[in-house]
């Protein structure tokens, strides 16, 4: 078989070996495998690259701010509202313009990305975990275990999310939940998606187990006295990082909304912490007259989603062994 002008020989470790045309037999590892395929896709690559310059942006926001000569973005200065209280547009001073209160729209969606990074990051992180976690257990065990971790899941699901979040929200807004260790905004964010989430990782995990545990390198360890956690943890977990890693990189968009269209609603990252889903609440009532302000705190949303978007395609195309391009 030849790929992109190559021969492609079965090597002895189940991989590929790429016979180049002069001869000479190189070995390719899976994660060689995975970047030859990933760096085809460009579209794939320029969303890693703006994300990575999230990253970033978010780390030294307030270098950047500085470095643009910006005010901090909590300072409010009413002298840039005109004699109605309107805030002004974009100026060379202020590229993104001003908000009713003055505070500098640039640097306020700079340090949004923090909050939309950490939120969305963070919260699959902690989502990932249980759920892979929980989807390892009932497809290992089968049985009661996953009858009733499985039901557990389905209610779970049931739940409107929104209205979830709107209900937690409403019960941690003055003194937080579970004695104080879950506090309004950040944390309370974290908290909501941490509850509801896993269960699309649990889902996916739980299914792939179910036909890993049938598999000869299973019954090997089983025969070499491997105890369950060993054979879950070190054997079958080991095989699932590929749709994890691709699924996680498709939940982390969903999240990143989830914490906007919260923070609309008014029950998540509040003022004067600078949030992309708060700032376009704040803009709405004013929109007629200050459309900069709702504009590109919505640019930003929209376009770190997308890069989020597209890059969990190109890995889902780079990881999934039957491309051979």
Same mark, same amino acid.
């Given at each position: 078989?030849s790929?992109?002008?190559?021969?492609v020989?079965?090597?002895?470790?189940?991989?590929?070996?790429?016979?180049?045309?002069g001869?000479?037999?190189?070995?390719?590892s899976?994660?060689?495998?995975? +970047?030859?395929?990933?760096?085809?896709?460009?579209?794939?690559?320029a969303?890693?690259?703006?994300?990575?310059?999230?990253?970033?942006?978010?780390?030294? %926001?307030?270098?950047?701010?500085?470095?643009?000569?910006?005010?901090?973005?909590?300072? #409010?200065?009413?002298n840039?509202?005109?004699?109605?209280?309107?805030?002004?547009?974009?100026?060379?001073?202020?590229?993104?313009?001003?908000?009713?209160?003055?505070?500098?729209?640039?640097?306020?969606?700079?340090?949004?990305?923090?909050?939309?990074?950490?939120?969305?990051?963070?919260?699959?992180?902690?989502?990932?975990?249980i759920?892979?976690?929980?989807?390892?257990?009932?497809?290992?065990?089968?049985?009661?275990?996953?009858?009733?971790?499985?039901?557990?899941?389905?209610?779970?699901?049931?739940?409107?999310?929104?209205?979830?979040?709107?209900?937690?929200?409403? %019960?941690?807004?003055?003194?937080?939940?579970?004695?104080?260790?879950?506090?309004?905004?950040?944390g309370?964010?974290?908290?909501?998606?941490?509850?509801?989430?896993?269960?699309?990782?649990?889902?996916?995990?739980?299914?792939?187990?179910?036909?890993?545990?049938?598999? #000869?390198?299973?019954?090997?360890?089983?025969? !070499?006295?491997?105890?369950?956690?060993r054979?879950?943890?070190?054997?079958?977990?080991?095989?699932?990082?590929?749709?994890?890693?691709?699924?996680?990189?498709?939940?982390?968009p969903?999240?990143? !909304?989830?914490?906007?269209?919260?923070?609309?609603?008014?029950?998540?990252?509040?003022?004067?912490?600078?949030? +992309?889903?708060?700032m376009?609440?704040?803009?709405?009532?004013?929109?007629?007259?200050?459309?900069?302000?709702?504009?590109?705190?919505?640019?930003?949303?929209?376009l770190?989603?997308?890069?989020f978007?597209?890059?969990?395609?190109?890995?889902q195309?780079?990881?999934?062994?039957?491309?051979?391009r």
């Amino acid at each position: 078989m030849s790929i992109g002008g190559a021969e492609v020989l079965p090597s002895g470790g189940g991989g590929l070996e790429f016979l180049d045309m002069g001869g000479d037999i190189a070995a390719q590892s899976p994660l060689q495998l995975f +970047w030859r395929r990933f760096r085809q896709d460009r579209v794939a690559l320029a969303s890693g690259g703006f994300i990575i310059f999230l990253i970033v942006l978010a780390i030294a %926001a307030p270098l950047v701010v500085k470095g643009l000569g910006l005010p901090s973005p909590y300072t #409010e200065n009413p002298n840039l509202t005109d004699s109605f209280g309107s805030p002004l547009g974009p100026t060379a001073a202020h590229p993104f313009g001003v908000d009713q209160l003055g505070e500098d729209v640039m640097s306020r969606v700079i340090y949004g990305t923090r909050v939309s990074l950490e939120v969305g990051i963070l919260g699959t992180g902690i989502a990932a975990v249980i759920g892979v976690v929980l989807g390892l257990i009932a497809g290992f065990y089968r049985g009661w275990v996953d009858t009733l971790l499985s039901r557990f899941t389905d209610v779970v699901l049931s739940i409107p999310i929104l209205v979830l979040g709107l209900g937690i929200g409403a %019960a941690c807004a003055v003194r937080g939940c579970l004695k104080g260790s879950i506090q309004p905004g950040l944390g309370e964010i974290l908290f909501i998606i941490a509850l509801a989430n896993w269960t699309y990782m649990y889902r996916i995990v739980r299914g792939l187990v179910l036909s890993l545990r049938e598999r #000869e390198f299973v019954d090997a360890s089983r025969a !070499l006295g491997a105890s369950d956690a060993r054979i879950m943890f070190r054997e079958i977990l080991p095989n699932l990082v590929a749709p994890i890693i691709v699924y996680s990189s498709l939940l982390i968009p969903s999240n990143i !909304l989830l914490e906007a269209a919260l923070s609309f609603l008014g029950v998540g990252v509040r003022p004067p912490t600078a949030s +992309w889903g708060q700032m376009i609440a704040s803009a709405t009532p004013i929109f007629n007259t200050a459309w900069w302000y709702m504009a590109f705190p919505g640019i930003a949303l929209l376009l770190t989603v997308l890069a989020f978007n597209l890059l969990g395609d190109g890995l889902q195309d780079a990881l999934n062994p039957r491309t051979t391009r």
